[in-house]
């Protein structure tokens, strides 16, 4: 089966810039997570979607991002205006549905550089 | 809430020598506990997990880990390092019903030849 897709694989941009990610899970997963990866630590869940919907959003700084899943599938994350902080990698993942041993499966995710 | 411990941020390790990572969770309740790898500018693959049953699990390329519950302790061996195993290993908790992650802070292994 094909993996989750993630693009792009890297971006820099200048503070106060916007910029969007975008992944595509794998087919029939109805949960899909985006986790930041800061440098030097592991993962940190920022947004968990169950088919279309927000599960938990709660590590989510709302005031400069955005997340959305259309129609249960594809997911965008964006940053306006994003800061130097930011920087990290943005990984997506997918799972077939929560509650379940199955486990996650990982976009290669995308490098966000600010400068 | 559940979160995990990981020690010593990197690792060496001899090739041919024990690679023994070490993992402490907390959970409220009984959890789904896993160990990922991940190489450079790669997502995390994972190595092995344990859910229910043995508490001894057998992972990808040679890994093994066990689910101690007294000790709260679920360590990642290897019996023998390869060169291929310099990577960065992360242990992650889950609960059993959201199925949200929370990760350690990560191990940088490296071998030495």
């Known amino acids: 089966e094909a993996g989750v897709a993630q693009s792009p694989r890297y971006k820099i941009i200048e503070k106060r810039q916007s910029v969007a990610f975008w992944c595509n899970p794998i087919s029939g997963h109805a949960t899909l997570y985006w986790y930041q990866q800061i440098l030097g630590q592991g993962p940190k869940l920022l947004i968990q979607?169950?088919?279309?919907?927000?599960?938990?959003d709660s590590q989510l700084p709302k005031d400069r991002f955005s997340a959305e899943r259309l129609k249960g599938v594809d997911s965008t994350l964006k940053i306006q205006p994003a800061k130097l902080e930011d920087s990290a990698v943005y990984l997506c993942a997918s799972s077939l549905y929560m509650g379940t041993d199955y486990g996650y499966t990982f976009g290669s995710g995308t490098r966000l550089t600010v400068v | 809430a559940q979160s995990v411990t990981q020690l010593g941020s990197h690792v060496s390790v001899s090739e041919g020598a024990l690679v023994l990572l070490r993992c402490n969770y907390s959970s409220s309740v009984p959890p789904y506990l896993f160990w990922y790898v991940q190489y450079p500018n790669q997502g995390l693959q994972l190595l092995l997990k344990y859910t229910t049953g043995a508490t001894l699990v057998k992972g990808i390329n040679g890994f093994e880990a066990e689910f101690k519950k007294s000790e709260t302790s679920f360590h990642l061996t290897k019996p023998s390092a390869h060169m291929s195993d310099a990577a960065e290993y992360f242990c992650a908790v889950s609960d059993r019903k959201n199925n949200r992650l929370a990760f350690g802070k990560g191990n940088q292994v490296v071998v030495i030849p």
């Open positions: 979607f169950q088919n279309n919907g927000v599960v938990d």
